[in-house]
């Protein structure tokens, strides 16, 4: 899938068609993903709106939603962290490609990152329900019968809270894993790189050549680098 990533000072639009943008945006392009943000000094409450459904839909609407629109704050956190992971991800990649037999990941992670929005969201309506039950019970009457079973939804509400707090703590730890296992690769080969290039220059200066036949010393830890990011790439993509 590709995705757009609508990031404004109101909330993160999430689409699965190009938004609907009232003020100059600029867009980076990433793969399956696409993060558009308005221009420093361009910022706006109202940025963004959901994409227009095609004409030829009429009233009908898409069968499956192709927005996501997320604005509680403590929604938007975990949000932006998994995004700022997928982005890195993708930028990283590239150096990686000679190692890793997977050409994009992008699919993978705009299809992670449009999950986590719709659990952040079904945590959102879960929380309202619960304060709103909280609310209720508060101004009930002593002794109304309706006092137990609105404290046994609360108590539900609570427990799927907590399920769901596990399930967005998993899925934003799956993407920052697989940033993290991609960044320390990329830096261990470029100072692997900047070693060779010092020994080169060592070799010329002092007028010799390195023994024959000596296995390259990072050959192991570059095998540990490539499967602890493809290992963080299957715990990504499991089912």
């Keep these: ?11 993160t639009l999430l689409s699965t068609r190009a938004p609907f943008t009232r003020v100059p945006c600029d867009r ?3 793969g399956a993903i696409v993060v558009v943000r308005p221009r420093p000094g361009e910022e706006a409450a ?5 994409p227009r459904a095609p004409w030829w839909r009429g009233s009908r609407g898409a069968a499956e939603p192709v ?4 604005s509680a704050p403590e929604d938007r956190q975990p949000l932006t962290t998994a995004a700022d992971a997928a982005v890195l991800t993708l930028h ?21 990152l449009w999950e986590l929005a719709g659990t952040l969201l ?4 879960v929380r309202a329900t619960l304060a709103e039950l909280i609310g209720t019970q508060a101004e009930l009457p002593a002794g109304s019968g309706l006092v137990a079973e609105i404290a046994e939804r609360a108590d539900l509400a609570r427990a799927r809270t907590a399920r769901l707090d596990t399930a967005v ?26 070693a060779r290039s010092v020994l080169r ?8 050549a390195p023994a024959p036949g000596v296995p390259l010393p990072d050959a192991a830890d570059l095998a540990d680098r490539t499967s602890a990011v493809l290992a963080a790439y299957r715990e990504l993509t499991a089912p």
């Design 122 to 125: 079904d945590r959102g309506r």
């Design 169 to 194: 703590a998993a899925q934003v730890g799956h993407l920052t894993r697989l940033a993290d296992e991609t960044e320390a690769f990329v830096e261990r080969q470029e100072a692997l790189q900047r």
């Design 67 to 70: 927005h996501r629109w997320v």
């Design 28 to 30: 980076l392009t990433l």
């Design 92 to 112: 990283r990649w590239p150096s990686l490609r000679r190692y890793v037999d997977l050409d994009d990941p992008g699919p993978a992670l705009a299809t992670a």
């Design 46 to 50: 109202d940025a963004f709106a959901p």
């Design 1 to 11: 899938m590709k995705l757009f990533l609508a990031e404004g000072p109101a909330g």
């Design 201 to 208: 220059d060592a070799d010329y200066l002092v007028q010799s």
